[in-house]
Nanobody, 123 residues
Framework: VQLQASGGGLVQAGDSLRLSCAAS????????MGWFRQAPGKEREFVSR????????YYRESVKDRFTISRDNAKNTVYLQMNSLKPEDTAVYYC?????????????????WGQGTQVTVSS
């Protein structure tokens, strides 16, 4: 499966962005999906994940209550709604897919990566 992330940009603190991850080549209903991010000079870190049917979601503590992950299997797309953005959210955001039943939370469990989309939040 090929993953194409989009929706990043330059925003001010407190603004919102919606990232999209469009899949091609295979239906994403076969996969658990998620998002990671990597800030300059830092390791890639888990942000959020969603189960293959969308019932179960999980977030890293620092984005809980601000970010919402969702998926539309009919559109073969995963979303990350990011509200109340902070400068520390600045990073390249990557969507990721893992084979069920593995969750997309550990980098080692990721089977496919998207190319990344830059999110920059100014103070």
């Amino acid at each position: 499966v090929q993953l194409q992330a989009s929706g990043g940009g330059l925003v001010q603190a407190g603004d919102s962005l919606r990232l999209s991850c469009a899949a091609s080549g295979r239906t994403i209903s076969s996969y658990n999906m998620g998002w990671f991010r990597q800030a300059p000079g830092k390791e890639r870190e888990f942000v959020s994940r969603i189960s293959w049917i969308g019932y179960n979601t999980y977030y890293r503590e620092s984005v809980k209550d601000r970010f919402t992950i969702s998926r539309d299997n009919a559109k073969n797309t995963v979303y990350l709604q990011m509200n109340s953005l902070k400068p520390e959210d600045t990073a390249v955001y990557y969507c990721a897919a893992s084979f069920r039943p593995k969750d997309v939370q550990q980098i080692t469990d990721v089977a496919y990566w998207g190319q990344g989309t830059q999110v920059t939040v100014s103070s």
